[in-house]
């Protein structure tokens, strides 16, 4: 079946614009996770949903950052007037059931350039 | 607060020779264990995770880890290596009741044919 998937894949943007990444989670998958990974460091956790509700956002570096799941499938993660340091991939995973012991299914991720 | 420590930011092994990566963590409650790779330009993808029961967990691509809680340690091994699996490998670690994954640094495995 079809797997995570994240859009764009690659997104330049211009310090103080605004950007839309977007992750489409497995089909029927219940919690979403999203992550920053920097150049040469291990994913670090930003935000989780458990079907619509935002859990735990504890990882936002900053209130530039927003994150949505309005119907508990698609979620968009937002960075307001976006500067130099937000430079990094933007990993979405998914798993089927709430709880830590599930298995996190992740996409490609979305590389953000800002310049 | 967790933390996981993976100490050789770099392994570079000979081709069908063994291989341990290391992992150790920290943390005041009860974790859960996982191991991830990372292919170029590919998402993470789950290699193998310690719920409970036997410290010994095998995965997939011929992979195993086993959990020293007295150690806090989680190191990963293969007993032979293909040039397949050149890849970056991250531990993580979740706590009890707490669903999001805290990862070390990673290891960049890379195979000498």
């Known amino acids: 079946g079809a797997g995570v998937s994240q859009s764009p894949r690659y997104k330049v943007a211009k310090r103080g614009q605004d950007v839309a990444l977007r992750c489409d989670p497995i089909s029927g998958h219940v919690s979403l996770f999203w992550y920053q990974q920097a150049l040469g460091q291990g994913p670090e956790f930003l935000t989780y949903f458990q079907n619509e509700a935002q859990l735990d956002k504890s990882g936002l570096p900053s209130d530039r950052f927003f994150a949505e799941r309005p119907e508990g499938s698609v979620s968009t993660l937002k960075i307001q007037r976006t500067q130099q340091e937000d430079s990094a991939v933007y990993l979405c995973?998914?798993?089927?059931?709430?709880?830590?012991?599930?298995?996190?299914?992740f996409g490609p991720g979305t590389r953000l350039l800002v310049l | 607060a967790q933390s996981v420590t993976q100490l050789d930011s770099q392994v570079p092994v000979f081709e069908e020779a063994p291989v341990e990566l290391r992992c150790n963590y920290s943390?005041?409650?009860?974790?859960?264990l996982f191991w991830y790779v990372q292919y170029p330009n590919q998402g993470l993808q789950l290699l193998l995770k310690?719920?409970?029961?036997?410290?010994l967990v095998k995965g997939i691509n011929g992979f195993e880890a086993e959990f020293n809680k007295s150690q806090t340690s989680f190191h990963l091994r293969k007993p032979s290596v293909h040039i397949s699996d050149t890849a970056e490998y991250f531990c993580?670690?979740?706590?009890?009741?707490?669903?999001?994954?805290?990862f070390g640094t990673g290891t960049r495995l890379t195979i000498i044919p």
């Open positions: 995973a998914s798993s089927s059931y709430s709880g830590s012991q599930e298995t996190q299914y």
């Open positions: 993580a670690v979740s706590d009890f009741g707490n669903e999001k994954l805290t």
């Open positions: 310690y719920l409970s029961g036997s410290t």
């Open positions: 943390s005041s409650v009860s974790v859960y």
